[in-house]
Structure formats: structure tokens, C-alpha cells
């Protein structure tokens, strides 16, 4: 399949990192936010128009974005392959979408502010952040490769994984019915998420071109993170704690509690990443490892969780089979599992065999050496191409599920807007 040029490996990964990053996850966190914000400040969502345009400039962006990657090819840093004027539109759809989430907290009728409200607004307000200060600005060299691990930084954690959290403190408690432990616990982990999120990037680029200070700042602050990632933790399985015989009829649960397990494991793998004994580990399938982990399946999890519990109560219409939502889950976290791990495993023995070639003065990053290192790991990246396979499948699954029951599902009725007490 890769004998042509429009379909030979760095085009059609720009095409697919594009479409996770924007044409999926981005928009299901705008349904997040547009979702549960009314439902939890008891104000309706300040302009619906407003709301439309900036969901139609992603979906332009993203379409755009494909088309030109397929049709010229990769235009930047990996996870940044949009050309500068598609980074506008989605610049102004996130500042759009920012505006709506800052005017309605502005305008509660719920004095008390959720949690959940925390965690999307700073979302809404990192996100055009991280496009202008990373993805923007007119920088070469050093100074670029800096600004560029910033921007990816901010997206993953500072944007996606900000109002996956948010959705998680709403779903789990509405869906089970128990109050979430710890509104304080929440609130420590947005803000060393808040203080601490932003100076993580460079543990991505160690023995890179930024300078070593910098580096080691964002060691520090990656270590620090792991603060966040135990609040939200403690605050899952605490809430959940009296309640675990009521997840089985709450599938939206499920997918919310998956998701927070990989979450951790994404982010204590690229806290572990960043060490320096670590990061010898270099340009290997090691990072595709942490991508997994984190987007295809935390993010992912949680923006299903949100979709499953929400799109019943939006259109009137349950879902057809449980089975299938059963199906979805297991076969994204298996998938998901097995591309992450094989992955994993494989950067580490091919970084292995590369440091020993540098040992012994017998270079094996380049030619006919390159293959002998990489016929290393041929059997776990066979492993990894059927995990990603299960994952395409439970995809399928989701979407035929979700047609399917936007159009036939049995009728139930619509949820009216309400304000929701502090939980």
C-alpha cells in the first residue's frame, strides 16, 4: 500500500495524527464541554451560534488538513502537521469555543462552581494558548524545537487531557449516583496541573537541542505532575469505592475508570521517559508507546465514556445493544494495550542493540546495521499491528453503534437542562 506517493508512511501518518488530535478528540472535548457545562453552572451556553461556528472551523481545519498532508505532505513537527493558515482557523474556533465556555461560568445560577467547570475552562483557555505559543510563532532552530514541545505538551495534557478529567468528575458521579470524594483532592490536581503542566515539554526532547537547565526544570516539573495523576486516582476509585456493583449497568463508567487507569500509565511513563538514564532509549518506538497510552487510549476512553453516557439523554433514543458497548471497550483497551506494550518492549531491546553498536564502534542506526537492529523486533511490532487492528475494530463498532442508535434505538425521553448541586 505504500508504493505511492499519496500513501507512503509520512503522509499518511500526518493524516493520522491530524485526525486523532483534531478531527476526534478536540471536537469530542468541545461535546464535553458543551454538554456538561449548562448542566453544572444552571446557565444555558452563552451563544449556540457561537458554539457552531467554532465546531464547523475545527471540522474545516481538520478536512483541509488531510487533504493537504495527502496531497503535498507533512508540514512540521510530528503531531504539528498543519500549514500555519489551517493553525489560524483552529486558533479562531478555539478562541470561539473559549469566549462561550468563560461567558456562560460568568452568567451560573449555581453559586458553588463544580469541579468539572474548572477543568473545562482552563482547557478552553490552554488550548488557544498552546496553538498560539507553540504551533504560531515566527521561530527556527533551538528556539522552535522548543516552542514546538511546548505546543504538543499543552495539547496532550493541557488541553485533551484537562477536559477528559473534567468529563470523568461529571459522568461518574451523575451515572452512579455517589458524591464525588473529594472536591479539595480535585482541586489540588487542577492546579498543579495548571502550575506545573506547562514546563513538562522538554522531558520529550533530553540530550536534545534545548539547553540543559531547561530540561532538567521540566524533569522536575513531569515528577511534580504525578501529583495530578494521583488526585484524579484517589478521587475515581474513592468515589467509586461503595458503589462498584452499580458500574456493570453503567457502561459510561466503565469506559470513565479504563480510562484514568491508562491515563496514569501514560503520564508515569512519560514522567520515567524524561530521566536521563531513560531517555537513552532515543528516537524509538518507546514515545509511539506513550501515544498510545494517551490518546487512542485514555483520551479516547474518556471521550467515549462522555459520548455513551450523553448521546441517549441528547436524542431520546437508547442504545441498541449492550453487547456492543461491552465489545467497543474491551476490544479499545486490549488493542490499545498491545500496541502500547509491544511498543514499549521494542524500543527498549532496539535501544539496546543501538547503544551496543555505539559501544563496540559499530554504528547500527544507519544501513544495512539499521535492519539488523530492527529484525530485533519484528515479532512485537507483529503483536503491536494486531493490537491496532482490534482497536480499528471496536472504532467500527462505536460508530455503527452510535448510527445505529441514532436512528433506531428504542425511544426514551430527553434530558431537560438543569442545574446540578455540588456532588
Known amino acids: 500500500f505504500l508504493s505511492g506517493r499519496f500513501l507512503?508512511?509520512?503522509?499518511?501518518?500526518?493524516v493520522a495524527s491530524v485526525s486523532i488530535q483534531y478531527g476526534w478528540l478536540a471536537l469530542a472535548g468541545i461535546g464535553a464541554i458543551f454538554y456538561v457545562l449548562p448542566r453544572v453552572t444552571g446557565s444555558p451556553m452563552h451563544s449556540e451560534k457561537l458554539g457552531f461556528?467554532?465546531?464547523?472551523?475545527?471540522?474545516?481545519?481538520?478536512?483541509?488538513?488531510?487533504?493537504?498532508?495527502?496531497?503535498?505532505?507533512?508540514?512540521?513537527?510530528?503531531?504539528?502537521?498543519?500549514?500555519?493558515?489551517?493553525?489560524?482557523?483552529?486558533?479562531?474556533?478555539?478562541?470561539?469555543?473559549a469566549l462561550n465556555v468563560v461567558r456562560t461560568i460568568s452568567s451560573r445560577s449555581e453559586p458553588s462552581l463544580y469541579v468539572s467547570a474548572w477543568f473545562f475552562a482552563g482547557a478552553a483557555i490552554w488550548a488557544p494558548l498552546a496553538i498560539i505559543f507553540g504551533r504560531l510563532l515566527p521561530l527556527t532552530g533551538v528556539a522552535d524545537s522548543i516552542a514546538d514541545v511546548f505546543g504538543l505538551n499543552a495539547v496532550l495534557n493541557l488541553w485533551f487531557g484537562a477536559v477528559g478529567i473534567g468529563a470523568l468528575y461529571y459522568v461518574i458521579p451523575r451515572a452512579t449516583g455517589a458524591p464525588l470524594y473529594s472536591h479539595r483532592l480535585a482541586g489540588v490536581g487542577f492546579w498543579t496541573l495548571a502550575f506545573l503542566g506547562p514546563l513538562t515539554g522538554q522531558a520529550r526532547q533530553i540530550f536534545g537541542p534545548g539547553p540543559v537547565w531547561l530540561q532538567t526544570v521540566s524533569i522536575a516539573a513531569s515528577i511534580g505532575l504525578l501529583v495530578t495523576v494521583l488526585t484524579v486516582v484517589v478521587n475515581t476509585f474513592a468515589t467509586l469505592r461503595t458503589v462498584w456493583d452499580r458500574v456493570p449497568s453503567h457502561p459510561s463508567v466503565r469506559f470513565m475508570v479504563g480510562g484514568t487507569v491508562l491515563w496514569a500509565a501514560a503520564m508515569l511513563q512519560g514522567t520515567v521517559q524524561g530521566f536521563r538514564s531513560v531517555a537513552r532509549v532515543g528516537v524509538t518506538d518507546w514515545t509511539a508507546g506513550q501515544v498510545w497510552f494517551l490518546l487512542?487510549?485514555?483520551?479516547?476512553?474518556?471521550?467515549?465514556?462522555?459520548?455513551?453516557?450523553?448521546?441517549?439523554?441528547?436524542?431520546?433514543?437508547?442504545?441498541?445493544?449492550?453487547m456492543t458497548i461491552t465489545m467497543h471497550f474491551w476490544l479499545t483497551v486490549f488493542g490499545v494495550c498491545l500496541v502500547a506494550i509491544s511498543a514499549i518492549g521494542a524500543g527498549a531491546m532496539s535501544a539496546a542493540v543501538f547503544n551496543a553498536g555505539v559501544a563496540n564502534q559499530l554504528p547500527l542506526?544507519?544501513?544495512?546495521?539499521?535492519?539488523?537492529?530492527?529484525?530485533?523486533?519484528?515479532?512485537?511490532?507483529?503483536?503491536?499491528?494486531?493490537?491496532?487492528?482490534?482497536?480499528?475494530?471496536?472504532?467500527?463498532?462505536?460508530?455503527?453503534?452510535?448510527?445505529?442508535?441514532?436512528?433506531?434505538?428504542?425511544?426514551?425521553?430527553?434530558?431537560?437542562?438543569?442545574?446540578?448541586?455540588a456532588f
Not at 483520551?299 to 433514543?317: D, E, F, H, K, V
Open 296 to 322: 487512542m487510549g485514555a483520551c479516547t476512553l474518556w471521550a467515549a465514556g462522555l459520548i455513551t453516557y450523553a448521546l441517549p439523554r441528547l436524542m431520546g433514543r437508547s442504545w441498541m445493544h449492550g
Open 8 to 14: 507512503s508512511y509520512g503522509r499518511l501518518s500526518a
Open 365 to 421: 542506526s544507519y544501513g544495512s546495521g539499521f535492519n539488523v537492529a530492527l529484525s530485533t523486533v519484528e515479532k512485537l511490532r507483529a503483536i503491536g499491528t494486531v493490537g491496532a487492528a482490534m482497536f480499528l475494530f471496536g472504532q467500527v463498532i462505536f460508530a455503527l453503534n452510535l448510527f445505529r442508535a441514532s436512528s433506531s434505538g428504542e425511544l426514551r425521553p430527553i434530558e431537560v437542562v438543569q442545574a446540578v448541586e
Open 53 to 97: 461556528l467554532a465546531v464547523a472551523l475545527m471540522n474545516l481545519s481538520v478536512i483541509l488538513g488531510i487533504a493537504v498532508n495527502l496531497g503535498i505532505g507533512p508540514q512540521g513537527h510530528p503531531f504539528s502537521e498543519l500549514p500555519n493558515g489551517l493553525y489560524v482557523l483552529l486558533l479562531v474556533a478555539t478562541l470561539g469555543v
